[in-house]
């Protein structure tokens, strides 16, 4: 079975400060790893995903993450905090390589302070 | 594009009552995925459907819980005899067998079971 660690369940940073929200996976299988963005009473919004191309991924927003096979992580990555950034962010690893069935981690809210 | 909408947005209802929630996909979209969240948690796979088969379901999702997409379009998920521990986000998301891996998730069904 796959699994999905995100360390941190709450992260705070100054606005304009590097956020740094970490993730570590386990998959019997090459996985595919994704990270998600959810603002209160919304659903959740990709950011960004790895399907086993180039291993630094760029997404939306100004994020980016690389996915490090001898670290088994996947830490997502933004050079300046906005405010706007301020949500849930959520790790998965996709069971079965089609984008099907994927297990979360347990969510970091981000904080980001004037 | 209009998006994946669910119905109702939020559900109070009473120990031991029916409850079904609506799931809309993305038109066109052949999969379609139906998670639950608990409160400070990240998201958890219930079950998913390609086009009308129901193809895979977690243990999660116990005898009183029923999910159906009779037509390949829009699905929906009854719970039984509902009990406390039920009360929970219901997320519908859906995705496209064009490859891009990417569900995209609806705004959520909130149940409270008193």
């Known amino acids: 079975a796959q699994s999905v660690t995100q360390l941190g369940s709450h992260v705070s940073v100054s606005e304009g400060a590097l956020v740094l929200l970490r993730c570590n996976y386990s998959?019997?299988?090459?996985?595919?790893l994704f990270w998600y963005v959810q603002y209160p009473n919304q659903g959740l919004q990709l950011l960004l995903k790895y399907t086993s191309a180039a291993t630094l991924v760029k997404g939306i927003n100004g994020f980016e993450a690389e996915f490090k096979k001898s670290e088994t992580s996947f830490h997502l990555t933004k050079p300046s905090a906005h405010m706007s950034d301020a949500a849930e962010y959520f790790c998965?690893?996709?069971?079965?390589?089609?984008?099907?069935?994927?297990?979360f981690g347990g969510g970091t809210r981000l904080m980001v302070k004037p | 594009d209009t998006g994946v909408s669910q119905d109702p947005r939020h559900k109070i209802t009473k120990r031991g009552q029916n409850v079904t929630f609506r799931c809309d996909p993305i038109s066109e979209h052949n999969r379609l995925y139906w998670y639950r969240q608990t409160l400070g948690q990240g998201p958890e796979f219930l079950t998913y459907f390609q086009n009308e088969a129901q193809l895979e379901k977690s243990r999660l999702l116990s005898d009183r819980f029923s999910a159906e997409r009779p037509k390949g379009s829009f699905s929906t998920l009854e719970i039984q005899r509902t009990e406390q521990g039920d009360s929970a986000m219901y997320l519908c998301?859906?995705?496209?067998?064009?490859?891009?891996?990417?569900?995209?998730f609806g705004p959520g069904t909130r149940l409270t079971v008193t």
């Open positions: 998965a690893v996709s069971e079965d390589n089609a984008g099907n069935m994927l297990t």
């Open positions: 998959s019997s299988v090459p996985p595919y």
């Open positions: 998301a859906s995705l496209s067998d064009g490859g891009s891996y990417e569900q995209y």
